[in-house]
T-cell receptor, first 112, second 111 residues
Framework: DTGVSQDPRHKITKRGQNVTFRCDPISEHNRLYWYRQTLGQGPEFLTYFQNEAQLEKSRLLSDRFSAERPKGSFSTLEIQRTEQGDSAMYLC??????????FGSGTRLTVV | SQQGEEDPQALSIQEGENATMNCSYKTSINNLQWYRQNSGRGLVHLILIRSNEREKHSGRLRVTLDTSKKSSSLLITASRAADTASYFCASPPYNTDKLIFGTGTRLQVFP
């Protein structure tokens, strides 16, 4: 139990399909972050929320990506018209003051 | 973009030996954090060192920070097979808390 739940753990999809991932922090957190990690690399920042507001988006987040946090609790990340280059681990995290971040176990996306 | 680089990229040692990983970063920081990632899993926070600290210990972990050189090191003493994982340094650029990660060190500890 990492304190952040992500669903699904694995997703295999055909190129061109849409996919949606969910992130549920177990306790309330003002801020929530999404990262993407490709094989052999460190996580790269995608976007973050302060409550319901999406305050920053990385240039990695193309128009096919959209993220929401409708009630300031859980968050969803949707990828439309998936491409093979979208294959990666998608990680969600919440910061804890002076104690670093709590990461979820991630959703591994494979686009075939 | 990555904040910096870690060195070495890969490290193989025997159980009981010490493992040292180095991290360099690019921008001014508030703190620097180290994370561990087992294969295919999420990241686990290990230790955070503030920019005004030079050294910090947690169990078998020792972290140093040299802000003049923009570098940090993580020492794992008396390593165990269970320490086998990838280790990442990460830091939020000054006045943000968005983490920027390094490229990671893959540690293999042989029994």
């Amino acid at each position: 139990d990492t304190g952040v739940s992500q669903d699904p753990r694995h997703k295999i999809t055909k190129r061109g399909q849409n996919v949606t991932f969910r992130c549920d922090p177990i306790s309330e957190h003002n801020r929530l972050y999404w990262y993407r990690q490709t094989l052999g690399q460190g996580p790269e920042f995608l976007t973050y929320f302060q409550n319901e507001a999406q305050l920053e988006k990385s240039r990695l987040l193309s128009d096919r990506f959209s993220a929401e946090r409708p009630k300031g609790s859980f968050s969803t990340l949707e990828i439309q018209r998936t491409e093979q280059g979208d294959s990666a681990m998608y990680l969600c995290a919440t910061p804890r003051a002076d104690y670093g971040y709590t990461f979820g176990s991630g959703t591994r996306l494979t686009v075939v | 973009s990555q904040q910096g680089e870690e060195d070495p990229q890969a490290l193989s040692i025997q159980e009981g030996e010490n493992a040292t990983m180095n991290c360099s970063y690019k921008t001014s920081i508030n703190n620097l954090q180290w994370y561990r990632q087992n294969s295919g899993r999420g990241l686990v926070h290990l230790i955070l060192i503030r920019s005004n600290e030079r050294e910090k210990h947690s169990g078998r972990l020792r972290v140093t920070l040299d802000t003049s050189k923009k570098s940090s090191s993580l020492l794992i003493t008396a390593s165990r097979a269970a320490d086998t994982a990838s280790y990442f340094c990460a830091s939020p650029p000054y006045n943000t808390d968005k983490l920027i990660f390094g490229t990671g060190t893959r540690l293999q500890v042989f029994p």
